[in-house]
């Protein structure tokens, strides 16, 4: 499978799991906003980036948390701003799935979801 399979499957699974745990789930229209989805927990929105955890040659899960882009000739890479979001979703490989306050989350390049820290964020 290809980054953009990768990424469809991570959204649908955060939809289904945003929706288990009975919130309403909106998709923005196009693909220019630093988020991919949001949901509505009755009294606010909130905006989710959704990213995909594959494994890595070590054998842990890892996430890039930067906007890849471009074409042949001009490549970019930019990482998320404080804002640009609330909630980080991860979805792996092995089928777990975390869902993250962004503002708790001080780096900024890559996550390795298997870092006990974040095990209490499995939904």
């Known amino acids: 499978m290809n980054s953009k399979q990768k ?3 991570a ?4 939809i289904a799991k945003l ?3 009975g919130y309403e789930v909106l998709l923005p229209v196009g693909d220019r906003n630093p988020y991919d ?3 509505d927990n009755g ?7 959704v990213k995909f955890a594959g494994k890595s040659s ?20 930019k990482k998320y701003k404080k804002n640009d979001f ?15 306050k962004w503002n708790e989350i ?13 095990q209490k964020y499995l939904v």
């Open 11 to 14: 959204v649908a699974q955060c």
């Open 58 to 77: 070590r054998g842990d899960y890892k996430a890039g948390l930067r906007i890849a882009g471009g074409n042949r000739s001009f490549n970019y890479v």
């Open 19 to 21: 929706y288990k745990l």
């Open 106 to 118: 001080t780096i900024r390049n890559e996550i390795t979801i298997d870092d006990k820290k974040y």
């Open 86 to 100: 609330d909630f980080l979703f991860i979805f792996t490989e092995d089928n777990r799935s975390y869902l993250i």
């Open 43 to 49: 009294k606010r929105l909130y905006k989710v980036q």
């Open 37 to 39: 989805l949001v949901f």
């Open 7 to 9: 990424g469809s499957i």
